[in-house]
């Protein structure tokens, strides 16, 4: 884990230098996932079977795709109480938050007697990608289907990769409590082409949400506008600030939480004290090793964690916004202070007691954040990305003689004559 110094003659140097870091697609993964999305397209199932069978396995057949009641009562008789609690406790804190965030439709009457306003209609058919692998992800279920159904999506499909003929039992009561309509036992592009065409086992939707690995990501690039995605999720990342007065030891195991969940992750450090900096890396360097995920969580603070120590917490916050993290947390004294600096970033955590795990599962916002430096433009997953607002205009009479003039003159200055004649039309034969 490298500690750099900055100071205010590079500052704006390393700042670039982040900025312009953000990885590209290689282009031989897009050449591959560019294959099974157009085969998908063109083939349905036959094409989604023959990659579920080279990636996910020959138990996932057309018969036995879509998880069956038995299957989600099983699960519900497999999980442990405790951990049923907490998934309803998490899901009632994120259905209380996203409905906070609820917009309503509103209009209102302009000085010439126009009603203008604007509609909120829910996407009505919502696909989820859960991901598998190197981990078991009930909390994504929760915090991409709640904010769906609270916006009113009608259906809403979930797609999960699993190594064996069941899915995981956590995975399947989150979706039962999240309000989740099907669940199907496959992953990897070819159902995210599934989701995007529609085949005969698997429903079009309206739009993709969840993250998953390169390929899903790709694959979520190259199907947007046949459906709507959610965002391209990268690798996950954190940026600390603090001012020495967090112990050492929960910064760094703050930066492992994240280092643990892959190779790729992003640990970042930015403090104001060079021996504080050594602190928290001889404390990442022990924890390490407690860890159950050391290998993956140690990959990645060698070759991604990095400590800047800056002259001052204001050129923390420049290193930040250059970053834009998905999780940014201040572990500082007086956080709030930061926060009129703070531009760019998924999630802000406050104080040192808030760390980023309550994101991950209980606190309310959904954990499907910007990663990449997307936090420049924007937003966490919520309610609004499942819904529409489509306008409404009514003109008044005194509203159509004021301004039919402006529309004529604006549509004969582009060449659009039928546009001028409708309005001409109508005074002529009022």
Same mark, same amino acid.
């Given at each position: 884990?490298?500690?750099?110094?900055?100071?205010?003659?590079?500052?704006?140097?390393?700042?670039?230098?982040?900025?312009?870091?953000?990885?590209?697609?290689?282009?031989?993964?897009?050449?591959?996932?560019?294959?099974?999305?157009?085969?998908?397209?063109?083939?349905?199932?036959?094409?989604?079977?023959?990659?579920?069978?080279?990636?996910?396995?020959?138990?996932?057949?057309?018969?036995?795709? *879509?998880?069956?009641?038995?299957?989600?009562?099983?699960?519900?008789?497999?999980?442990?109480?405790?951990?049923?609690?907490?998934?309803?406790?998490?899901?009632?804190?994120?259905?209380?938050?996203?409905?906070?965030?609820?917009?309503?439709?509103?209009?209102?009457?302009?000085?010439?007697?126009?009603?203008?306003?604007?509609?909120?209609?829910?996407?009505?058919?919502?696909?989820?990608?859960?991901?598998?692998?190197?981990?078991?992800?009930?909390?994504?279920?929760?915090?991409?289907?709640?904010?769906?159904?609270?916006?009113?999506?009608?259906?809403?499909?979930?797609? %999960?990769?699993?190594?064996?003929?069941?899915?995981?039992?956590?995975?399947?009561?989150?979706?039962?409590?999240?309000?989740?309509?099907?669940?199907?036992?496959?992953?990897?592009?070819?159902?995210?082409?599934?989701?995007?065409?529609? %085949?005969?086992?698997?429903?079009?939707?309206?739009?993709?949400?969840?993250?998953?690995?390169?390929?899903?990501?790709?694959?979520?690039?190259?199907?947007?506008?046949?459906?709507?995605?959610?965002?391209?999720?990268?690798?996950?990342?954190?940026?600390?600030?603090?001012?020495?007065?967090?112990?050492?030891?929960?910064?760094?195991?703050?930066?492992?939480?994240?280092?643990?969940?892959?190779?790729?992750?992003?640990?970042?450090?930015?403090?104001?004290?060079?021996?504080?900096?050594?602190?928290?890396?001889?404390?990442?360097?022990?924890?390490? *090793?407690?860890?159950?995920?050391?290998?993956?969580?140690?990959?990645?603070?060698?070759?991604?964690?990095?400590?800047?120590?800056?002259?001052?917490?204001?050129?923390?916050?420049?290193?930040?916004?250059?970053?834009?993290?998905?999780?940014?947390?201040?572990?500082?004294?007086?956080?709030?202070?930061?926060?009129?600096?703070?531009?760019?970033?998924?999630?802000?955590?406050?104080?040192?007691?808030?760390?980023?795990?309550?994101?991950?599962?209980?606190?309310?916002?959904?954990?499907?954040?910007?990663?990449?430096?997307?936090?420049?433009?924007?937003?966490?997953?919520?309610?609004?990305?499942?819904?529409?607002?489509?306008?409404?205009?009514?003109?008044?009479?005194?509203?159509?003689?004021?301004?039919?003039? %402006?529309?004529?003159?604006?549509?004969?200055?582009?060449?659009?004559?039928?546009?001028?004649?409708?309005?001409?039309?109508?005074?002529?034969?009022?």
């Amino acid at each position: 884990m490298k500690i750099i110094r900055i100071n205010s003659k590079n500052l704006e140097r390393r700042s670039r230098e982040i900025e312009k870091s953000a990885s590209h697609f290689d282009p031989e993964l897009v050449s591959q996932t560019e294959k099974i999305v157009e085969d998908v397209r063109k083939q349905g199932d036959s094409a989604l079977f023959r990659y579920a069978k080279k990636f996910d396995g020959p138990h996932v057949t057309a018969k036995n795709v *879509k998880v069956t009641d038995r299957e989600f009562e099983e699960a519900r008789a497999a999980v442990a109480p405790v951990i049923a609690r907490d998934l309803k406790k998490a899901a009632s804190r994120i259905r209380s938050y996203q409905k906070k965030k609820l917009p309503r439709a509103g209009t209102y009457k302009d000085a010439l007697g126009n009603e203008l306003g604007w509609l909120i209609r829910p996407i009505e058919k919502v696909g989820v990608y859960v991901p598998g692998g190197k981990a078991s992800y009930p909390s994504t279920v929760l915090m991409t289907a709640i904010p769906a159904r609270v916006a009113g999506a009608i259906e809403i499909s979930v797609v %999960t990769p699993c190594s064996g003929e069941r899915v995981n039992p956590e995975i399947l009561l989150a979706c039962e409590i999240a309000g989740v309509s099907d669940v199907y036992k496959i992953g990897g592009a070819q159902a995210i082409a599934a989701m995007a065409f529609g %085949t005969r086992s698997i429903p079009k939707v309206d739009k993709i949400v969840g993250p998953g690995n390169i390929y899903v990501t790709i694959a979520k690039k190259l199907v947007y506008g046949f459906c709507d995605i959610d965002m391209l999720a990268g690798p996950t990342e954190v940026l600390i600030i603090a001012d020495g007065s967090c112990p050492p030891g929960w910064v760094a195991a703050d930066l492992l939480a994240q280092a643990e969940h892959d190779e790729m992750s992003i640990p970042i450090l930015a403090t104001t004290s060079y021996d504080y900096a050594k602190e928290v890396k001889k404390e990442v360097l022990s924890q390490l *090793k407690e860890l159950d995920r050391e290998e993956i969580a140690g990959a990645a603070v060698s070759n991604n964690g990095r400590i800047y120590v800056t002259e001052n917490t204001e050129q923390a916050v420049v290193l930040s916004n250059a970053v834009a993290p998905e999780h940014l947390e201040l572990c500082v004294r007086s956080p709030k202070s930061l926060l009129k600096g703070i531009k760019h970033a998924g999630a802000v955590f406050l104080g040192s007691l808030s760390t980023e795990p309550f994101g991950d599962y209980v606190s309310g916002p959904s954990h499907v954040l910007p990663t990449g430096g997307a936090a420049r433009f924007s937003s966490p997953l919520s309610v609004y990305d499942f819904l529409r607002m489509p306008s409404t205009i009514s003109m008044s009479k005194k509203g159509f003689l004021s301004l039919g003039a %402006t529309v004529m003159n604006l549509a004969h200055a582009e060449g659009l004559s039928g546009h001028a004649f409708s309005v001409k039309r109508r005074i002529e034969d009022s």
